[in-house]
């Protein structure tokens, strides 16, 4: 049988295997519910863009809000990676991991004076600014540092990505970017304002996109801004194309990244642009289906309309199934040779909105795990400790080894920041 995603993931023996470990091993060592992640399959996405890219001046810059362990981030540092960043803390996270804060590419609409101070003092590559308002904030930060703020402004291309309404971020309804009948007279804002300098201009119009042609889309009304912005004689150096690339959870046949870049760069070429900078935000296609999420089944609930099949892992554990709609793949992790019935893979969340999967043909006992895959992106990342839950443990498997990159949190932990009040129970 094929398998959603990564070719990492196999059977041997009926046994799910990620990069050539056996997952119910890990599942017994480490405990569920567990994300483990791949390395190699980390390192394999990447090279694709890699390939694409080389010879030409480019910063493949780590959307890292898909994950942002430190491990996976140090793995994308190794191998040369920038990073895109929305919040101060993910630049710690960066610093921490030993990534270089000239690498780093700073989104996001709500940027605060003190994360402004912070990216400045640490010395960001570039602060991609989403309106005029925050173009006035970094010049008053930036002066008031005494320093200057690099800048590339985020337009709307108004493009359809295709996708979720709640994942699509280039279309004029949206709240991102400066819309693209704004940009020119932003630009000159830009250029007119103290401690700023103008160095590029971007755009994300989505996420999960399963087509080139929305991309192709985006960057052709991008070039036609760079044409005016620079016709009114500002210089744009760099061309940021955010992320967006989708991943397969099921039978989406997203286009490989390669071939994804080599048209982009071919439409740039065609247009007289191709000596200029590319950068690229991708965060799920790089990480999407490298990593797992491991669960053990609970409890068998068979009903008369409906079989529950209740887990360990739940919505605070990996959202996107209830949040989205979205549909990943569960595999067992064992095969059993017994007929399969119909489940709805939930868990012990008090909501009816905790649910893994619906309707899934499977094998099942008390006691078997599951994986549920292509959950490397969004995953972790979005987890929370809704209802008490400690969040999950994560692994990584590096060089044919399984190492502990985030150990299960605590309860303790979890309330240690709470303060009784002081008349007492
Ligand atoms: N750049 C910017 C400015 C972004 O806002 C995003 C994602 C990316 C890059 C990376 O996009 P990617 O290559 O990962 O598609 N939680 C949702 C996805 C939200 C994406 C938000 N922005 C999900 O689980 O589907």
């Not at 959950?375 to 809704?386: K, R, V």
């Amino acid at each position: 049988m094929t398998l959603p995603g990564s070719p990492f993931l196999s059977r041997r023996n009926g046994a799910l295997e990620l990069d050539g470990l056996a997952l119910q091993a890990l599942a017994e060592r480490f405990g569920t519910p567990l994300y483990v992640y791949s390395r190699a399959a980390i390192l394999d996405a990447l090279s694709r863009y890699q390939r694409a890219l080389a010879g030409r001046r480019h910063l493949l810059c780590y959307a890292m809000k898909a994950n942002s362990n430190l491990a996976v981030l140090q793995t994308f540092v190794a191998a040369g990676c920038g990073f895109d960043i929305v919040s101060g803390g993910e630049l710690e996270r960066v610093l921490a991991a030993g990534g270089r804060a000239d690498r780093v590419v700073f989104s996001g609409v709500g940027k605060t004076r003190a994360e402004m101070r912070q990216a400045l003092q640490a010395g960001v590559r570039c602060f991609n600014v989403e309106s005029e308002s925050e173009l006035r904030r970094l010049s008053e930060v930036a002066t008031g540092a005494d320093a200057t703020a690099t800048v590339s402004l985020r337009v709307n291309p108004d493009v359809d990505a295709g996708t979720h309404p709640y994942i699509s971020t280039g279309l004029r309804d949206n709240k991102f970017g400066i819309a693209h009948d704004r940009a020119v007279a932003a630009y000159r804002l830009a250029a007119s304002l103290p401690g700023l300098r103008v160095a590029g201009i971007d755009c994300h119009i989505g996420s999960q996109i399963t087509q080139v042609a929305p991309f192709l889309d985006a960057l052709d009304r991008i070039l036609d801004l760079v044409e005016e912005v620079e016709r009114a004689g500002i210089e744009v150096h760099h061309i940021d194309l955010g992320g967006g690339l989708g991943i397969t959870y099921t039978d989406e046949s997203p286009p490989h990244a390669d071939e994804l870049v080599a048209q982009m760069l071919a439409r740039m070429d065609a247009r007289g642009h191709g000596r200029r900078e590319l950068l690229l935000e991708p965060g799920r296609s790089l990480v999407g289906n490298a990593g797992v999420l491991l669960t053990e089944v609970l409890y068998l609930k068979p009903g008369p309309t409906k079989n529950f099949c209740i887990v360990d892992a739940a919505m605070n554990d990996l959202v996107r199934p209830t949040l989205y709609d979205a549909w990943m793949a569960i595999e067992p992790l064992q095969q059993r040779a017994s007929a399969t019935q119909r489940w709805d893979v939930v868990g012990p969340v008090c909501e009816s909105g905790d649910w893994l999967g619906r309707e899934r043909e499977l094998a099942l006992a008390e006691g078997d795990f599951l994986a549920v895959l292509s959950a490397g992106a969004y995953g972790m990342a979005m987890a929370s400790n809704y209802n008490t839950r400690p969040r999950p443990a994560e692994v990584m498997i590096a060089g044919g080894e399984a190492t502990l990159i985030r150990t299960r949190e605590s309860v303790g932990a979890l309330f240690s920041n709470e303060r009784l009040l002081v008349s007492g129970p």
